[in-house]
């Protein structure tokens, strides 16, 4: 493995790291890596030309995710202005028991989660609404989006009908009913963040919440024809998800939802609406309703679309350029011992998670290039796809210029480095299953303890 293919990986990882050091947007940090891999591909034998069609066919790849990133930046502010999320947040302050908030918004997003297998059409709904009580509740919107990506994360790992989970399954060959016998370090991990997200809410101090909460009640009444017809784009995005709609057509519907709430309260005139779509919504009522109901719009995403533009353009060289399959190489070694075989990988599926900028790609790459490896152990193929599972699939939204944690933190209105201290699942998973290879076997029995003369 030479130096020159080296670079670029090293150059993204320090211009990462200086943005964030010295308070720079991100982007600035690719740039730097862009410019590092054009120069040190170059010497690799690839004209400019060619890396640049390289680095465009990795930006068309992110397509998917741009689009849902537009459309989400779209919907937001039809659901603030149509008063769905108003009347979301009026219903919940009602139900919901805010004592319990964080162990009640992780386990209400995995279970939606669960069923929707999607972790941004859960955010985008039930998420969305749980962030908007914790505001007028006046709880800590860093813990809540923790506890709400941890169990959106929950439902991508354990849906039947997860695609990110059926892509692990295809591509190291394993079956359901095999996946099924080894889900117990995920489960058990499921137990260990519901345990610490109620410890958090035991030992919280509480305020009186219930004097605010009416407050916010109030309010939303006196500035929204709070209604549950009101509820119909939630509906709709619910139903669209649930019956396996594509995401981008879902959201349109929820957008054509959300516009004819609009249009039938009808309180606005064009250049607010159009404002409101452009650079968020605002009430300007006057009151701390305004801290509550606000945002969206086009401006808040553009940096994140630039973003996740220039990370394509660099995926896209990085891999047609294969300079990721000598580090693969020189990371995994001759492992001849299990727990550290599983510890690599996962090691190896975050390195190729920072660099890959997306969630599909690590799953891709990893899969066909460790099976070979893992295959030479008894039920390697199982013990692959655990480690996946636990690590490549979870591990995305750990990664702020990640596209998962960037749509993520856009839809909740909270950034990946406020909630990357709560966000337990996703961080606890791959530790608990590197350390459960030693007691569970592919099968997902325990092994039994080895005689003393053996």
Request: with cysteine.
């Amino acid at each position: 493995m030479s130096i020159t293919s080296v670079t670029p990986i090293l150059a993204m990882i320090a211009g990462i790291i200086l943005s964030l050091s010295l308070g720079f947007p991100i982007a600035w940090g690719i740039v730097f890596a862009i410019l590092v891999t054009l120069v040190s591909v170059k010497r690799l034998g690839y004209p400019w030309k060619q890396q640049f069609v390289f680095g465009w066919e990795g930006v068309q790849k992110a397509k998917p995710v741009l689009t849902i990133l537009f459309l989400v930046g779209l919907l937001i502010p039809l659901l603030m202005m149509g008063g769905t999320i108003p009347a979301i947040i009026y219903y919940g302050l009602s139900i919901v028991n805010v004592e319990y908030l964080f162990v009640l918004s992780f386990l209400l997003t995995a279970g939606v989660s669960y069923l929707l297998g999607t972790s941004i059409g859960t955010l985008s709904t039930i998420g969305l609404s749980l962030m908007g009580i914790a505001h007028a509740a006046g709880i800590s919107p860093a813990i809540v989006g923790g506890a709400l990506i941890s169990g959106a994360m929950v439902g991508e790992r354990f849906s039947p009908i997860s695609s990110s989970r059926l892509l692990v399954l295809s591509n190291v060959g394993m079956t359901e009913a095999q996946e099924r016998r080894i889900r117990r370090p995920a489960l058990l991990t499921v137990a260990i963040c519901a345990l610490l997200f109620l410890i958090l809410d035991l030992f919280r101090p509480q305020a009186n919440s219930t004097d605010t909460i009416q407050m916010y009640q109030e309010l939303l009444v006196s500035h929204f024809s709070v209604h549950w017809l009101l509820m119909l784009p939630l509906i709709v995005l619910i139903a669209s998800f649930a019956l396996r709609v594509k995401a981008v057509k879902a959201l349109f519907y929820g957008i054509g939802a959300s516009a004819i709430l609009v249009g039938i309260n009808g309180n606005l005139d064009v250049k607010t609406f159009f404002t409101s779509m452009l650079v968020g919504f605002e009430l300007h009522s006057g009151t701390p309703l305004d801290q509550l109901v606000h945002g969206g719009g086009m401006f808040a995403i553009f940096n994140v679309l630039a973003l996740i533009i220039l990370a394509g353009f660099l995926n896209g060289i990085l891999n047609r350029a294969n300079l990721l399959t000598p580090i693969v190489d020189k990371m995994m070694g001759h492992t001849k011992n299990k727990t550290v075989l599983v510890a690599k990988a996962a090691a190896l599926s975050l390195l190729v998670v920072i660099i890959s900028c997306n969630q599909t790609i690590p799953i891709l790459v990893l899969g066909s290039t460790l099976l070979g490896r893992f295959s030479q152990w008894e039920g390697g193929r199982e013990l692959l796809g655990k480690t996946m599972l636990d690590s490549t699939v979870v591990m995305p939204v750990l990664i702020p210029w990640n596209g998962l944690s960037m749509m993520m933190a856009l839809t909740l209105g909270v950034s990946t480095i406020q909630t990357l201290p709560f966000v337990f699942f996703p961080i606890l998973l791959p530790i608990v299953t590197i350390l459960s290879t030693r007691w569970f076997s592919p099968e997902g029995r325990f092994l039994a303890m080895k005689n003393k003369a053996s």
